[in-house]
């Protein structure tokens, strides 16, 4: 039976998930912003909490851990290279391990760059990602404890996903991301299919997420630094693509 996702607004603009296999049952959150939004939406959905996977130890991810945990008493799965930042984790993975939740089985993949451990979660068999902070809708996190280097070769990561990945982020950002977008890409017909889309989703009160990696590799400007146009654009022809995504990630900075 195919895995079943949930998603809810959290805190200001953060994204929760839950992951649940309806054969066993099992039923995880993905990381875990705030403790109520996290249990009106397992009222809502008549799910039991029995898992936390966390993409990496920010407080606006990790906050509602000791409550859940305390009253669900669900093990919390985090980053190796985090765990002593992370609330009561009960397990420790790191690039390539398996997490399963029931019958579902993710494989961690090592996304530094935000943080210096982050990581993200991606199903194979369902096709569904869970990338925290690293890819955003149009946009990429800030690139706060690694180097814009380590950030680039974790979305390459991430690019690499099977393009009908359905992908999670942790923050609602498109409409920023995609203003912002635009102003490297301003002819590209993918950014301008996916600008109105995500307006009408807007304006409809709905979530622009989950996107797609397919989606992302088209419109994401964060994901086409390599391309030769996108290089041109910031006045960096022929320049490394690491190079490339750095000056548009200190743009972002400062847009
Ligand atoms: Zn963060």
Redesign the pocket.
Known sequence: MPAKTYLFPCLKDNNGVLLHDPESGATAAIDAPESDAVEAALKATGWKLSDMLVT?H?A??TDGIPALKERHRCRVVAPHHEASRIPLVDVTVQEGDSVKVGGITTRVLETPG??AGHISYFSHADKLAFV??TLFSIGC?RV?EGTPEMMWNSLLKLRALPDDTRVYC?HEYTDANIRFARTIEPDNPALAARAERASQQINQGQPTIPTTIAEEKVANPFLRADVAEVARKVGLADAPAAQVFAEIRARKNSF
Do not use: A, V
């Open positions: 990496h920010h606006d991810h935000h943080t925290g902070d996190g706060i942790g």
